[in-house]
């Protein structure tokens, strides 16, 4: 439904609830939540784009920086420490809910240019990178900046944003599968029935005026940034109890 209705993946309730209720461990949780977004995004792409709500051009052009900030961003989980990029996330969402929250006009981006080309890879490269890091859909992060940076009308951001969403979950898919951290088969029921909402969602999105979808989001925003501030409180394992 979150996927349908906001454009994002929904990787922020399938996670938590696959490790709480399937028991995986953080990694293969994270590895199967995004196998399982590819068919949730994929019938939210298909409402969106019957809707006409999808801006390819853009896509594109995002998806390009997405994919390889995906890429960066498990390389730099190694060097740069995840609490410090986790309040460096929840500032930026906080703002962002905080902008949103306020009138926006939404009267459809302006003609393509190099910089903004250059601007929308660098949005993508930003939002892959932040996934890899933190295992955040990029809906959170494509979708107000294409509201709030690029005047977008929030269905055809969110159309968007399932666009990109597809490539990417099905790069990650494939490298999670080389490495042993996707289960297909809870992935495939997962994502079976989130495509069902996803549909019921998406048309839901295009019926919804921005000033409400605006601050939708924004609460959606806000409940992102709470549940990243308390994982900054998930106490570390002791030494003596793995002591042998």
Not at 174 to 179: A, G, H, L, T
Not at 215 to 233: D, K, N, P, Y
Request: glycine share 12%.
């Amino acid at each position: 439904m979150l996927g349908g209705l906001f454009g994002v993946g929904g990787g922020i309730i399938i996670v938590p609830a696959l490790i709480s209720v399937a028991k995986m461990d953080r990694r293969l949780a994270s590895g199967t939540s995004l196998a399982a977004t590819l068919p949730i995004a994929t019938a939210g792409l298909i409402t969106y784009q019957s809707k006409g709500n999808v801006d390819w051009a853009i896509a594109l052009l995002i998806a390009i920086g997405s994919i390889s900030g995906a890429i960066a961003g498990t390389h730099l989980l190694r060097v740069i420490p995840k609490n410090v990029l986790t309040i460096v996330f929840v500032i930026t969402v906080v703002v962002t809910a905080i902008r949103l929250g306020f009138a926006i006009e939404a009267n459809g981006r302006e003609d393509l240019t190099f910089g903004l080309a250059v601007l929308l890879v660098f949005i993508g490269f930003l939002t892959g990178t932040l996934a890899g890091l933190l295992g955040i859909g990029g809906g959170i992060i494509m979708v107000p900046a294409m509201v709030v940076i690029l005047g977008m009308v929030p269905v055809v951001a969110k159309g968007t944003s399932v666009a990109v969403i597809v490539p990417t979950s099905i790069m990650g898919t494939i490298r999670n599968r080389k490495f042993a951290n996707v289960d297909l088969r809870v992935a495939a029921v997962v994502g079976c029935f989130g495509a069902a909402s996803a549909v019921a969602g998406g048309l839901i999105a295009d019926g919804m005026s921005d000033r409400v979808s605006n601050v939708m989001f924004a609460v959606l925003l806000s409940t992102v940034a709470v549940t990243q501030l308390l994982t900054l409180r998930t106490p570390k394992p002791s030494t003596a109890s793995t002591a042998g």
